[in-house]
């Protein structure tokens, strides 16, 4: 599959704008390696090669473990995600999939015991950022680089 157009050359500004809400996002607080287990975890749902082989040594560098990795997209069945992850996870499930409807108060709730209001507005800027990036990156067809050199 062959890429389509590369957003860096023609759209420049609009590429500009996205890495703004990125440099917000990384420098907001949250945990790195959470933010990437729910970049990971959004980019499993989306089906965005580039975006998964992207974060998977950033999820790494983070301290994001193999096991935390091989289990993401069967969190709810495995232990090792501390509540915290779970809820993070939840939420970035229910906010990417808000075709199904609102999110239930019980994911808010659940975010809310582990979350100030304010981390809980920054998390939902990580899923909306990564939820834009994996969008982009599918439509553009922008193939993933392996071996973390997307990095």
Not at 20 to 43: C, D, F, P, T
Not at 44 to 69: S, W, Y
């Amino acid at each position: 599959m062959d890429q389509r157009l590369d957003l860096t050359i023609v759209a420049p500004e609009g590429y500009k704008a996205m890495l703004g809400v990125h440099a917000y996002v990384q420098n907001s607080g949250i945990s790195l390696g959470l933010l990437e287990l729910v970049k990971m975890r959004v980019s499993q749902l989306n089906g965005c090669a580039f975006c998964i082989a992207m974060h998977v040594p950033l999820a790494r560098k983070h301290g994001v473990t193999e096991d935390q990795l091989h289990l993401l997209a069967a969190w709810r069945e495995a232990p090792i995600y501390s509540p915290k992850e779970r809820a993070a996870l939840d939420w970035a499930e229910a906010l990417t999939h808000l075709c199904k409807g609102d999110v239930a108060d019980d994911v808010y709730d659940e975010m809310r015991r582990h979350f100030t209001q304010k981390e809980v507005a920054d998390l939902s800027f990580a899923v909306a950022e990564i939820n834009a990036w994996n969008r982009l990156m599918i439509c553009t067809r922008t193939p993933p680089q392996l071996g973390g050199s997307a990095a």
